[in-house]
């Protein structure tokens, strides 16, 4: 079975440092997606990505995010200057569809 | 933003029981989807529908979407103590961007 695969299962990072989050999609899927969930809440959305570019991102992807296809297999999301509230799971995502995902199992981002 | 929420918030029945879980929604979207999530991992896409159709199946699971209501119900026919998980609907936005919004889950407890 196909699997989005991240890495690191776990990062921890001081505050103010930048974090790299890394994510192979299944090969042959076109639309990929972060998403986070801080513990015990939802699952936020934070955007998508869509023939080499953001197709849409929320109010939380601000200026201190950006998403990049590097190499035509992985996918990361890198944060530039983490901060407390960015402590969470971070979920990649991919569909050879829009919609209806293979999750990867997340990366615990701790900003210590 | 729109938003699937769930009720009930956490349900607990006996093995071979079924468990009925609801969504509502607020706007009109592409599809709906049901997801579960064991423990904090990553979540598994269980099934899709889309906002033209009224009810699906896959295995024991049945879907409903009613449109008019902004509704949804996940049905879990013959429930084990392995389908104990956090059950989250979510919608597809017909916002172009592939989005998909999360409620904050159904906790199911199924007891052995």
């Known amino acids: 079975e196909p699997e989005v695969t991240q890495t690191p299962s776990h990062q921890v990072t001081q505050m103010g440092q930048e974090v790299i989050l890394r994510c192979v999609p299944i090969s042959n899927h076109l639309y990929f997606y972060w998403y986070r969930q801080i513990l015990g809440q939802k699952v936020e959305f934070l955007v998508s990505?869509?023939?080499?570019?953001?197709?849409?991102k929320s109010e939380i992807f601000d200026d201190q995010f950006s998403v990049e296809r590097p190499d035509g297999s992985n996918f990361t999301l890198k944060i530039r200057s983490t901060k407390l509230e960015d402590s969470a799971m971070y979920f990649c995502?991919?569909?050879?569809?829009?919609?209806?995902?293979?999750f990867g199992s997340g990366t615990r981002l701790t900003v210590v | 933003s729109q938003q699937g929420e769930e009720d009930p918030q956490a349900l607990s029945i006996q093995e071979g029981e079924n468990a009925t879980m609801n969504c509502s929604y607020k706007t009109s979207i592409n599809n709906l989807q049901w997801y579960r999530q064991n423990s904090g991992r990553g979540l598994v896409h269980l099934i899709l529908?889309?906002?033209?159709?009224r009810e699906k199946h896959s295995g024991r699971l049945r879907v409903t979407l009613d449109t008019s209501k902004k509704s949804s119900s996940l049905l879990i026919t013959a429930s084990r103590a392995a389908d104990t998980a956090s059950y989250f609907c979510?919608?597809?936005?017909?916002?172009?961007?592939?989005?998909?919004?999360f409620g904050a889950g159904t906790r199911l407890f199924v007891k052995a």
């Open positions: 979510a919608t597809g936005e017909n916002t172009g961007g592939f989005k998909t919004i």
């Open positions: 529908i889309r906002s033209n159709e």
């Open positions: 995502a991919s569909s050879g569809q829009p919609y209806g995902y293979t």
């Open positions: 990505f869509y023939n080499n570019e953001i197709s849409e």
